[in-house]
């Protein structure tokens, strides 16, 4: 609303406070649980007001999600998949896909790779099942306060990378090589092009590796020139000019070789995933000859 100044000049009100804190409007649990959070920045504080918004029913989808990043943020990651196992059951359905979000978060940070995995799968299968999304091709994502839209084929890109990394700590670089390739013919970024290169540099094949380089030091990829694409990729460059000069064992001498690993990689992709024979979005034509590599 304007109101009027000296020498008939108009100025804007100032927001209200809710809009300026980028609160939720009220005076609820929930509401003091965010103010104590953003405002008052006394997270320990915020997890025990979101606790009391989860038992008083006060928009638990939101109190429950919120929480749970708050308890990651303070090393609690732990505490933090317990109470979403426990307190899930109490939120929408449409709640639940973001909560396996931040399960997966939180997974990594507890380094709980297999149960990652396994829910990485699990939101696989859904988008090729046509679940995902509520059926939609994109969905409104937030982050950092904005919102922004992302298609399914983003997703299904960004899932698979996340698939690829938890792979690779793992210490199973055939099976996310696999999974990168999957997600570089869906959706290339210079992020999981450097990924690809590790995991094909660690099996000693340095030349498909400089292959997939390259195209991140040409520029050819999103994020290429992006300082943190081009730091990585330097530092690849030079790891695999050091691997190029070191005598390696022949494959025999490793028990395996490069076809039996990569069989032994498929197999523990599909190893948990039953084939589904139901609608597939347009996204899974274009990776159609991978379709028994994605299991789905």
């Not at 649980?33 to 915020?46: G, I, T």
């Not at 000069?245 to 032994?264: C, K, M, P, R, Y």
Request: proline share 4%; charged share 30%; aromatic share 6%.
């Amino acid at each position: 609303m304007k109101s009027p100044r000296k020498g008939g000049e108009v100025s804007q009100d100032p927001p209200p406070y809710h809009v300026l804190h980028k609160l939720p409007p009220g005076d609820s649990p929930y509401v003091r649980a965010k103010h104590v959070q953003l405002v008052e920045k006394d997270p320990e504080a915020a997890i025990v007001l979101f606790w009391k918004a989860i038992n008083a029913g006060d928009r638990v989808d939101s109190a429950l999600k919120d929480m749970a990043i708050v308890m990651k943020q303070q090393d609690r990651a732990e505490e933090a998949i317990e109470a979403i196992m426990s307190f899930r059951d109490r939120c929408s359905k449409q709640a639940q896909e973001s909560l396996d979000n931040v399960l997966i978060d939180l997974y990594k940070k507890c380094g709980r790779m297999e149960e990652q995995i396994e829910l990485l799968k699990q939101k696989l299968r859904m988008i090729y099942q046509g679940e995902a999304f509520n059926g939609k091709l994109t969905k409104t994502a937030r982050s950092h306060g904005r919102k922004f839209q992302v298609t399914i084929k983003q997703e299904t890109s960004r899932i698979l990378g996340n698939l690829g990394w938890a792979y690779m700590q793992q210490g199973n670089h055939v099976a996310a090589e696999v999974v990168y390739h999957k997600a570089q013919i869906i959706d290339p970024d210079a992020n999981k092009a450097c990924n690809l290169c590790l995991c094909l540099i660690r099996q000693a094949r340095y030349a498909e590796a400089r292959s997939v380089l390259d195209e991140v030091l040409q520029g050819k990829l999103s994020g290429s020139s992006e300082d943190k694409s081009k730091k990585r990729a330097a530092e690849l460059l030079q790891e695999l000019k050091q691997c190029q000069h070191i005598v390696l064992s022949s494959n025999n001498s490793l028990g395996l070789n490069i076809e039996d690993a990569f069989l032994e990689g498929l197999d523990l992709l599909v190893k948990h995933w039953t084939p589904l024979r139901s609608r597939r979005l347009p996204i899974f034509e274009e990776i159609s000859p991978y379709r028994d590599q994605l299991a789905c």
